[in-house]
């Protein structure tokens, strides 16, 4: 069987720890978790769900940071290894295309991705109810907001890297206006980041592990390799107390990526350390970046943890394959059921 592996840059300053020898499961936290902290600057009470991506010789994020009155904002911070941040305690202000200045509404759960240079910045935004909102950067300086991506109610807009079949791509989770109780993942096309249409679903809540069966969205930008996108996205199960989320991962299609080719059964991480169970919002794990080393296929996943802070985990690309081949989700194939 022939090896899998990433399409794409290197990046040999990715923050990394071996995994622990004794650790049996394919993704493995960093030891110095959480990597913010309560009042991370003065007006950042709480930084969590972000999004990061390899700018120059370092790093740079997109933060969601809620302030002392609430409400999120976003942040830009930079940082040399990808764990230690330099993050601004003033908010982005964003210009509209003619250059004015126009603010979205409790911005949050923001995702970064380069596309052939250029930065763009998709989050949730407020439109009459959450929807996606999507503004693009070249310097980290002018931030320019674009159209909103969807009608609402819509969260976890993430673009591919790419265009695919000469059109960019982007993932949503169609939702309602509060702690949504349902939801799926879809994928829309657009030739301009304006119109967006060839919605087609992607993938279903549930299944047959009760970590994913409420509802799921995607995480990190999708990683391309030489056997399919690599999406991480998050599940969500309702217990008697609360929304518990985790993590898993699915493969998709290089060229037609509704089509799923697998999908982990088991989760691949979930609320267990107490930055993890304990905070604002407990039991939360909510991926949102990942970077990568296309040489040597090592993963670093940042997350969300209990809506609190930013957690960092470790794999590589050859683990979670391993482990997509023999969890695979898909075994009746019930993923087919009502295609587009
Ligand atoms: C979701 C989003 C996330 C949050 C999660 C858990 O609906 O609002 O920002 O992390 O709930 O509270």
Request: one cysteine or more.
């Amino acid at each position: 069987m022939e090896d899998i592996r990433i399409i794409g840059k290197n990046c040999p300053n990715i923050p990394w720890q071996d995994k622990p020898e004794d650790y049996r499961y394919p993704v493995w936290r960093y030891s110095d978790n959480p990597i913010t902290k309560i009042n991370h600057t003065k007006n950042c009470a709480r930084i969590f769900n972000s999004g990061i991506a390899p700018y120059k010789d370092g790093f740079v994020g997109i933060f969601r940071a809620e302030h002392r009155n609430g409400s999120p904002q976003l942040h830009i911070g930079i940082s040399k290894d990808g764990l230690n941040w330099d993050i601004d305690d003033d908010y982005i202000r964003f210009v509209d295309t003619e250059g004015k200045p126009f603010q979205p509404q409790y911005p949050y759960d923001p995702r970064l991705v380069e596309i052939d240079g250029v930065y763009y910045i998709m989050w949730c935004t407020h439109f009459y109810g959450p929807t996606i909102g999507l503004a693009k950067t070249t310097d980290f300086k002018t931030f320019i907001r674009l159209e909103n991506a969807f009608l609402p109610y819509n969260r976890n807009g993430v673009l591919f890297p790419r265009k695919i079949n000469g059109n960019y791509v982007m993932l949503s989770r169609p939702s309602d206006t509060s702690h949504t109780p349902f939801g799926d993942v879809f994928l829309s096309e657009s030739p301009d980041l304006i119109y967006w249409g060839k919605h087609r679903h992607v993938m279903s809540k549930g299944g047959s592990g009760w970590w994913q069966c409420l509802k799921i969205g995607a995480g990190p930008i999708p990683i391309e390799t030489n056997k399919g996108w690599l999406l991480f996205y998050h599940g969500v199960v309702n217990n008697c107390n609360c929304f518990v989320y985790s993590m898993g991962a699915a493969l998709l299609d290089i060229n037609t990526p509704s089509n799923v080719l697998y999908r982990t059964d088991g989760y691949l991480l979930t609320p267990e350390l107490p930055y993890e169970t304990v905070g604002n919002v407990p039991n939360v794990c909510f991926p949102c970046a990942a970077v990568y080393d296309a040489q040597t296929g090592r993963i670093a996943i940042y997350y969300g943890a209990a809506d609190t802070y930013i957690a960092v985990a470790f794999t590589t690309v050859s683990e979670i394959y391993k482990n997509l081949l023999e969890n695979n989700h898909l075994v009746n194939g019930d993923e087919l059921e009502g295609r587009a």
